[in-house]
């Protein structure tokens, strides 16, 4: 059994993470700051991590033998408005986190994104040059580099992921289903490819990974790449709503605040060496999101917040 102390537990990957995880053989204590879970199966505390001490006192307080740091300022637009929260949290954080992780031998695995690469190639790997366009993917590079700096030691993933959020709106998967089943138009950029990955999947392999002795950078992201637009197209097809509702648009056309990286594919090579194995493939990943809709899960996790 280990025990993970989760923070960003009331965020996307958080959450869904400490759903997945605790009580199968493993335990979770998540960690919530002003979006508290109104209710939760696992053991769930608050805390602004910015705060100094604030993560001592958690280890202290819960001795994990993992943390898993998942809390960041993730929302792209609200990081271009507040550079200056977005590098507390996104690059100061993180390195105050290894810092204490490596003073109290607690094992750190650190959460990262592809938006680190510009996009100008795809298929990167580990050690390709990073270009960061956008204020919260540098800062999300700082906070890499900050880690390392701090934790040698420390694992960081660069995800992409989707699934079901308490807040109804976190993930994009789950913007194309609630405005396709309303029998809604939606945008698709074709003009952005990524490789996304199951949070479920993404979560079974955090736990792997856990106990495995991998150090540094490792990609963690679905076998297949695929526009936006197909994104939500394969979404449509799976759950029976009309693919023609999904227009497709170039990202130049959005509005969108902050600069985003076309080509988003990442070479997930290093980490299917490390495992010996595949990733999970992305017809099963999409199954399972189609399975938690029609269990009642997106209404289950929103009941939580
Ligand atoms: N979503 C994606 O597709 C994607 C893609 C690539 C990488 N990532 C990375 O994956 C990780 C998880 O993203 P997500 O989508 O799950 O994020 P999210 O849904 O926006 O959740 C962010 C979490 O961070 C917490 N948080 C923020 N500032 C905090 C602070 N000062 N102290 C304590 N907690 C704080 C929030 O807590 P409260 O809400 O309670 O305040 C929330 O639980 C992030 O590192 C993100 O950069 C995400």
């Avoid at 138009?185 to 952005?192: A, L, N, P, Q, S």
């Avoid at 150090?215 to 759950?239: L, Q, W």
């Avoid at 194995?277 to 917040?305: H, T, V, W």
Wanted: aromatic share 8%; proline share 4%.
């Amino acid at each position: 059994m280990t025990h993970f102390l989760v923070t960003g537990v009331s965020g996307l990957l958080g959450l869904n993470f400490a759903l997945a995880v605790d009580g199968k053989k493993h335990q979770v204590t998540g960690v919530a700051n002003t979006a508290p879970l109104t209710w939760a199966t696992f053991k769930n505390v608050e805390a602004e991590l910015t705060r100094p001490g604030a993560i001592d006192d958690l280890i202290d307080t819960h001795k994990p033998e993992v943390i898993l740091h998942c809390a960041a300022l993730a929302n792209v637009d609200a990081c271009e408005n507040d550079p200056a929260l977005a590098r507390q949290v996104n690059a100061e954080l993180p390195g105050a986190i290894a810092e204490v992780s490596r003073k109290h031998s607690v094992r750190m695995i650190h959460i990262s994104t592809d938006a680190v690469f510009d996009g100008s190639r795809g298929n990167y790997r580990e050690d390709d040059e990073t270009n960061p366009l956008s204020v919260y993917a540098k800062t999300k590079l700082e906070g890499e580099r900050a880690v390392l700096a701090a934790n040698s030691d420390a694992l960081i993933t660069r995800v992409n992921f989707y699934g079901w959020s308490a807040a109804g709106n976190r993930s994009l998967a789950e913007n194309f289903v609630t405005r396709l089943s309303a029998g809604k138009e939606m945008m698709g950029f074709t003009d952005i490819l990524f490789c996304p990955m199951n949070i479920l999947d993404l979560s079974a392999l955090l736990v792997e990974v856990s106990s495995l002795n991998l150090r540094g950078i490792y990609h963690m992201v679905g076998p297949e790449a695929m526009s936006k637009y197909e994104f939500g197209r394969r979404i449509a097809e799976k759950f029976g709503f009309d693919p023609a509702l999904i227009k497709p648009v170039s990202v130049n056309d959005s509005g969108l605040k902050a600069a985003r990286s076309p080509n988003l594919t990442l070479s997930t090579e290093k980490l299917r060496a490390a495992l010996g194995r595949d990733l999970p493939d992305f017809a099963g990943g999409l199954q399972k999101f189609y399975d938690q809709y029609r269990r009642g899960y997106p209404e289950y996790i929103k009941s939580l917040a």
